[in-house]
Each structure stands twice: as C-alpha cells, then as structure tokens.
C-alpha cells in the first residue's frame, strides 16, 4: 500500500520566516495530495490540495509544489505569524478506487513571535 | 457547512470492557472514516465504509469492528478495550467521487483505557 514519509517531525521559526514540510510518496499512482492543519485541541482541516496533473498551487501565504518524478511534494508557508504554529501533514489518495487517505506523521511548526 | 459530532469527547474506560464510540455526520456523505492519532504516529486509518452496511479495513484493523447501519452514522466498536488502545479516536466524512473529495473532522474522542 501507500506509505508517506514527512520531514520534519518539528520545525521552529521566527515570525516572518518561511517554513517549508515536505512529503514523499510511494504508490507511483497517487493523484490526489492534500495537506491539512490541526490547530492545538482542535480537528484537523483541509489547507489546500495538489492534483498530479499540477505542479503548483497556490494561495495567499502558502504554496505546494509536486514532484511526481521523484514522488515527493512540499508545503511552503511565507511571512510566517504565531497563528500559523499548529501541526501540519500531507497525505496521498492512493489508486484504490475508494476515496481513502495515507497520512504522514505530521510536522509540529512553532512560531515565535 | 459540514458538522461531523462525535458522541463523547473524553472517555474512560477498562481493560475488557465494550466500547462504542459515535460518529454523525450531516451532510449525506457517502464516506466515513475512523482514524486513531497517536503522538509521532500521525493519523492511522481503522476502517472506513463507502455505504449504508459496508465496509473496509484500514491500516490497523485489529481488535476493531464497525457499524454503519444509517448514512448519517458510523460507529466505531472496541469489543474488549485494552490499554494500548488508549488514544485519540478522529472520525471524518467525505462525499464519494474521484478519490480527491475533502475529509470533513469531528473534533475528536479521548479514549483512556486502565
């Protein structure tokens, strides 16, 4: 089955910095790539989402890239503020026919004020 | 906008006893998942049901069951809890399509197994 790697675990930045996560993949027919936020106590969220037939998306402050060579995606988040501190992980839909997801581990970004 | 309720937030329970866990969701999704989120493990899949009565195995299946008997509602069936089940249980719901359809989250159940 799929299986997706997440780096780093923790990533600590000052506010105003950029922040980059990134993913690789294994299933070579994953097609769908979202990534989602889980704010401290609360649910996780849908940020924003990459189709393989894309390279790159993006809105406002944050940004995905993917690289369906080498299987691997990564979140960028520039002009980065405390609010942004949560835990972030990407996840690949892979070719199974049903609408399910394999998560990475997560990524914990701190941001310091 | 989507609401997906889980039906306890915190949870204590003991070793061998039957555990229910309920998720309902309000917006006539045909998917629904239930995923156990462990620290440093992310978020594992246990089992998911694309209908009315079906159903699939996840990631980690084991010493878990399901039920999904209404559209609306997925619950999550620990036949004898045991400690290493201790975790927080995340249940979430999607429309079916492509395979790229948003996962809508309930806020999520802290299960505490002694």
């Known amino acids: 089955g799929e299986n997706v790697e997440q780096h780093p675990s923790t990533l600590s930045v000052q506010e105003g910095d950029s922040a980059v996560i990134k993913c690789t993949y294994s299933?070579?027919?994953?097609?769908?790539f979202p990534w989602y936020k889980q704010e401290l106590g609360k649910r996780p969220q849908l940020i924003i989402d990459?189709?393989?037939?894309?390279g790159e998306k993006k809105d406002q402050r944050i940004a995905v890239t993917l690289n369906k060579t080498a299987k691997h995606f990564s979140l960028h988040i520039t002009e980065t503020q405390p609010e942004d501190s949560a835990v972030y992980f990407c996840a690949a839909s892979p070719f199974s026919g049903y609408s399910t997801l394999t998560f990475g581990k997560g990524t914990m970004l701190l941001v310091s004020p | 906008d989507v609401k997906v309720t889980q039906s306890s937030r915190y949870l204590v329970k003991r070793t061998g006893e039957k555990v229910f866990l309920e998720c309902v969701q309000d917006m006539d999704h045909e998917n629904m998942f239930w995923y156990r989120q462990d620290p440093g493990l992310g978020l594992r899949l246990i089992y998911f049901?694309?209908?009315?009565?079906?159903?699939e195995k996840g990631d980690i299946p084991e010493g878990y069951s399901v039920s999904r008997e209404k559209k609306e509602r997925f619950s999550l069936i620990l036949e004898s809890a045991s400690t290493n089940q201790t975790s927080m249980y995340l249940c979430?719901?999607?429309?079916?399509?492509?395979?790229?359809?948003?996962?809508?989250f309930g806020p999520g159940t802290r299960l505490l197994v002694l």
């Open positions: 049901s694309y209908d009315v009565k079906m159903k």
């Open positions: 299933d070579s027919a994953s097609n769908y």
């Open positions: 990459i189709r393989s037939n894309v």
């Open positions: 979430a719901s999607s429309t079916s399509g492509s395979g790229e359809e948003t996962q809508y």
